[in-house]
């Protein structure tokens, strides 16, 4: 990540010529009964993969499963606030990535999977949340396989419905 600011930085100011490093490799927008957003056949060209969600109005808790494995393999770790209030949580041995989009307001959420494709390494999840007038979060997941990730599952909790009109969208790094 820090590499890619720098990069970032070095373009702004002319050091090196422009060169795309996040490829648009899907996007998914859902409709108002969308109980699960899923991309499959992710291809294992790039080092890193991002996704950006972004949320219109209220939404839901989600799961985030990967290569559709529901084994106990995932944990993940929180800190979140919302100006005055500060706390965190952790969760261990789950069966997937339980995630939040939760608050009244649009938001959006952004997760880095790093070095996703590698096979001798435990695959790590950065994920930033923020919700304008709600709160922000930041999150490390773990998902404890040393399978290249292949697919995305994002599965709404309970009876909820993935809000309409939210769009996820995956892209590859170069």
Not at 79 to 89: E, I
Not at 105 to 117: K, T
């Amino acid at each position: 990540m820090a590499a890619i600011l720098i990069i970032l930085t070095l373009r702004i100011y002319g050091v090196i010529m422009p060169t795309p490093t996040e490829i648009p490799i899907a996007t998914q927008t859902a409709s108002g009964s969308t109980t699960s957003i899923s991309f499959t056949s992710i291809p294992s060209t790039y080092t890193d993969l991002i996704v950006v969600i972004g949320v219109l109005g209220s939404a839901a808790d989600f799961d985030l499963r990967i290569n559709n494995d529901s084994a106990s393999n995932y944990s993940v770790t929180r800190l979140y606030g919302d100006g005055t209030t500060a706390a965190s949580n952790r969760a261990s041995n789950q069966t997937s990535i339980q995630m939040t989009l939760g608050g009244a307001n649009p938001g959006v959420q952004i997760l880095h999977f790093n070095n996703y494709s590698n096979a001798t390494t435990y695959k790590t999840m950065l994920q930033r949340l923020n919700i304008p007038g709600g709160y922000v979060g930041a999150s490390v997941g773990l998902w404890r396989s040393t399978s290249a990730i292949n697919r995305l599952d994002f599965i709404a909790q309970s009876a909820n419905n993935i809000q309409a009109n939210s769009t996820y969208t995956l892209y590859g790094i170069n």
